[in-house]
């Protein structure tokens, strides 16, 4: 039976065909469909013309809810919380997030102030009951919100994490009195301290839920009645995959659904071809997303965003901007040049789809300087109209008095600029030095900037997996089941007590062990790893602090919260440390795709398939095209040079030399 792997873009709607059986992958690209994004998805299966009752798994990342939160086109919400509490999630943290711009505005919140109700109860931070819930009070607001016609309603009480028996009771009377309304509570979403992070990621989880609801139900019927009966596997901001149910509970989980696919396949692609220490390069027709992976592990983080808005589940970290092959080039208020984050988009895309874009994006500059040519439709699909992105570069060039090829290089060196310094950011800033790792890109984009994005930062090899433009669809068959669980508890080590550790985590662990059950994991396959949030008593914020399967002592516990601490801070000291919150993190392994070497097909002479003009470093070059499909292991082409395939074109730039790895990635080194 067949795995499909799907990868909903903001661009492009990516899949993956992969037969266990011979190893053989095909793949299929679709423009994306913002407004209803189960039909690209539906579009996209049907080009494949597989019968679903032979799929044996389908898994899934999808950009739904993320589109929702930016969009701002989520459900009618409410908001149920403790009397006194009503404007947390307007006040936020106070904080100034763009220090230098005294015309910046808070972003407006997703529930309006209007649609927030209090109610009396009063649960205190260790659990004990200071208040009981006025239950008649819950009856009115739900009559209330019939009235105005909700969809979703988050309960928000203080201190829940620690008892949320309040929560759930009043979701139990409210789901008696609206029967059709989505209602979650923050305990369910996030059973951590810090009531505003707790609120606002509650909050995202139900103004998502009706929409991304809608959009399972859609796909769950498509593959019911095209005859799949298996579980659909929904990718996860932490890694793994989720089942529909789940998924349809939690949305939340999936924001960063899409970018942690590709982090995944990064590192299982990297383990076997003996790259550890890797640096992810995603770029997209939207975006670009970075991670920084050290010894084939990838760093998790409860500080997200979306948007302007906290999202605080756990997630792979990910630094991601907006800068991707359809980012537009425009002039900013005071003249100077700037590369999105506006993007064309699928539709009507960048101007040389000949879609009706007009503006000038980084695809038309790439096509204006020859590294994107016009003889082949752009991912199987989309003609491109050469005419068109020049008359868009041009018009952008004629303002600032550049000619049309110099214009689309200052697009292009800009561009790589920006997302130099994204990568900076996770590595430079975090005291990693980039030079020590391999730049692994992928994406429709990223194979045809990466090696100049190296040059800037010194990196000396450049990875491309094989199908780098579906690679992040093709990551999602390679994850396994991953579940995040918490339970907030604030104790000083000193005073901590190993059998009570053990009990917490043993606890923990049946939760884990419980959930991974229900996904139809058998327990031979489940692996777990205990972590604890930490900090220095005294400190406002927590380090994630790993820990072995079974700590013997507090000693060993503090000492690898000093050694995180170090690694983070670069020192650590021996002052008293405490643990606020006990973490297991659980995983189903599941069987992924087997990486073979390609067949060989054809040697470097036949592999080339043409020539053009190409501007490098100032000119224009004559430069040499090779079917990057048809080249053999012994190959080796000097830049510059093209290599084009489905998907996307890798670049090799004067100065750098490609070759090909025993599993068929493509390694670009300097000279």
């Known amino acids: 039976m067949q795995w499909i792997g799907i990868d909903v873009g903001g661009t492009f709607t990516d899949l993956v065909l992969y037969d266990p059986d011979t190893g053989a992958l095909d793949l299929r690209k679709t423009p994306s469909t913002p407004h209803n994004h189960a039909e690209g998805v539906i579009n996209g299966i049907d080009q494949t013309g597989i019968v679903l009752s032979r799929v044996g798994k389908i898994a899934h990342g999808t950009t739904v809810a993320t589109n929702t939160v ?83 309603v988050a309960i928000c009480f203080l201190h829940a994490y620690a008892n949320d028996a309040h929560e759930q009771r009043a979701k139990e009377i409210l789901a008696a009195q609206l029967p059709d309304t989505f209602i979650a509570t923050s305990a369910e979403v996030l059973p951590e301290s810090r009531e505003f992070e707790r609120f606002a990621t509650a909050l995202l989880n139900v103004y998502v839920a009706p929409r991304m609801r809608r959009y399972l139900h859609a796909i769950g019927a498509f593959l019911e009645t095209r005859g799949h009966e298996r579980p659909l596997a929904i990718m996860t901001s932490s890694g793994g995959t989720a089942s529909i149910e789940r998924m349809a509970r939690l949305p939340v989980l999936s924001m960063l659904s899409g970018p942690a696919s590709g982090v995944i396949g990064a590192a299982y692609v990297g383990q076997a071809a003996g790259y550890r220490d890797l640096i992810t390069y995603d770029m997209g027709g939207t975006s670009t997303d970075a991670c920084l992976i050290r010894d084939l592990e990838w760093p998790m983080s409860s500080e997200g965003q979306v948007g302007a808005l906290p999202n605080r589940v756990q997630q792979i970290e990910i630094n991601s901007i907006g800068a991707g092959g359809g980012s537009i080039a425009s002039l900013g208020p005071a003249g100077y040049l700037r590369i999105g984050p506006e993007s064309a988009g699928a539709n009507p895309g960048p101007a040389c789809y000949g879609r009706g874009g007009t503006a000038p994006t980084v695809t038309d500059a790439n096509v204006v300087l020859g590294r994107l040519g016009s003889e082949h439709r752009l991912g199987g699909e989309i003609a491109i109209d050469a005419a068109a992105a020049h008359r868009a570069v041009t018009e952008l060039g004629e303002r600032l008095g550049l000619s049309t090829v110099s214009m689309a290089d200052g697009i292009v060196r800009l561009a790589v600029t920006q997302m130099t310094s994204a990568i900076k950011e996770i590595s430079v800033m975090r005291g990693h030095d980039p030079r020590g790792f391999s730049l692994f890109a992928f994406g429709g984009a990223g194979p045809m900037h990466a090696a100049f994005v190296a040059a800037e930062l010194g990196i000396r090899r450049v990875v491309i997996p094989r199908i780098p433009g579906n690679f992040s669809a093709f990551g999602l068959l390679a994850a396994d089941v991953r579940q995040e669980h918490a339970r907030a508890r604030r104790v000083a080590t000193a005073t901590l007590e190993m059998p009570a550790f053990q009990a917490e985590m043993r606890s923990l662990r049946a939760d884990a062990e419980a959930n991974l059950a229900a996904e139809g994991i058998r327990p031979g396959d489940m692996r777990f790893e205990p972590r604890l949030d930490m900090r220095y008593l005294g400190q406002a914020f927590s380090l994630p602090v790993s820990l072995p ?40 392994l599941v069987e992924k795709p087997r990486l073979a070497p390609p067949k060989q097909t054809a040697t470097n002479g036949d592999a080339r398939v043409g020539e053009r003009a190409v501007w490098f470093e100032g000119g224009l070059v004559s430069t040499p095209i090779y079917d990057r499909d048809r080249l053999s292991a012994a190959d080796v082409v000097r830049g510059p040079a093209l290599l084009e395939e489905l998907g996307t074109t890798t670049v090799v730039p004067p100065a750098f030399r490609c070759s090909r790895d025993a599993l068929g990635n493509l390694v670009l080194e300097r000279e």
Do not use: W
Not at 114 to 137: A, K, N
Not at 568 to 577: E, G, M
């Open 549 to 588: 399967a079974d700590p013997s002592s507090v000693a060993e516990i503090d000492a690898h919260f000093a050694a995180t601490y170090k690694a983070r801070y670069t020192q650590a000291t021996s002052d008293p440390a405490e643990i606020v919150c006990f973490r297991m993190a659980a995983r189903g």
């Open 70 to 152: 930016l969009e701002r086109n989520g459900a009618r919400t409410a908001v149920v919380t403790t009397r006194g509490f009503r404007d947390i999630l307007e006040i936020g943290r106070g904080n100034r997030t763009v220090l230098y711009d005294f015309k910046h505005t808070r972003p407006k919140p997703l529930v309006p102030r209007s649609r927030v109700f209090e109610v009396d109860e009063r649960i205190l931070c260790d659990g004990s009951v200071h208040r009981p819930l006025e239950e008649e009070q819950v009856r009115a607001i739900g009559g209330e919100l019939a009235r105005l016609g909700v969809e979703s």
